[in-house]
């Protein structure tokens, strides 16, 4: 599943006629860039929700046959948030473990690692957490011995990439929004949430700024 419902304030007035994931760096929309990095995973079944502007995403991309995948749509009247547009997206997303990711973050992250995961230790999630970047210097959470948690030293930042068990979101009432962090930490405490340290390419496009300096970066063959 890829989140694209956010009304992205903080990107306006980019974002003013256009949603956020099909803001373009380095030749292509942000979303495509997933969409690729997906299909070479061999992940193809793929979920978008939207709301702000959300017809727009629909027409770029169609079925996703273009990109070798095929894509289901989630609309949303009004953005649910994170758990709130995964719980609305359950009947599509079905009763294995699923993988999601931000609509506006850019990465070089191999998709494939998270299609190995083993989930019979009892697990509810999965988050790859990256190295703090400047705008978001205390991190979110620790990563002690495989297992992510609330509180501990080296606090790393959550990189929007993550895998779950649908149960983590099946108590949530559907089209209502809610946050993610409160499921997260209540599984925290039973072990239920693992992760790993990313260390590679990952970029939080945030402000016109940022993506600006991402995609000069990308046009001149660097990330």
Not at 60 to 70: E, P, Y
Request: proline share 7%; hydrophobic share 45%.
């Amino acid at each position: 599943m890829i989140l694209a419902a956010g009304r992205g304030e903080r990107m306006r007035p980019l974002t003013d006629d256009t949603p956020k994931p099909l803001l373009a760096v380095g030749g292509k929309p942000l979303i495509v860039w997933h969409i690729l990095g997906l299909a070479q995973a061999g992940i193809t079944e793929i979920i978008i929700n939207h709301a702000y502007l959300g017809e727009q995403i629909e027409r770029v991309l169609g079925t996703g046959a273009a990109f070798g995948v095929s894509i289901t749509y989630s609309p949303e009247t009004s953005a649910l948030e994170t758990a709130g547009g995964i719980r609305h997206a359950l009947p599509l997303l079905g009763d294995a473990p699923f993988l999601v990711v931000n609509g506006d973050v850019w990465t070089d992250y191999d998709f494939a690692q998270l299609t190995t995961l083993n989930w019979a230790d009892g697990r509810l999630a999965h988050l790859v957490l990256v190295n703090n970047p400047p705008q978001h210097p205390t991190g979110d959470f620790a990563l002690v011995a495989g297992k992510v948690l609330s509180t501990g030293d080296a606090q790393l930042t959550f990189s929007g990439i993550s895998c779950y068990q649908p149960i983590l979101f099946a108590g949530l009432a559907d089209n209502q929004p809610a946050k993610l962090a409160p499921l997260l930490h209540a599984a925290m405490p039973y072990g239920q949430v693992s992760g790993e340290h990313f260390a590679g390419i990952w970029h939080d496009i945030g402000t016109p700024q940022r993506l600006l300096e991402l995609d000069e970066a990308l046009q001149h063959g660097c990330k």
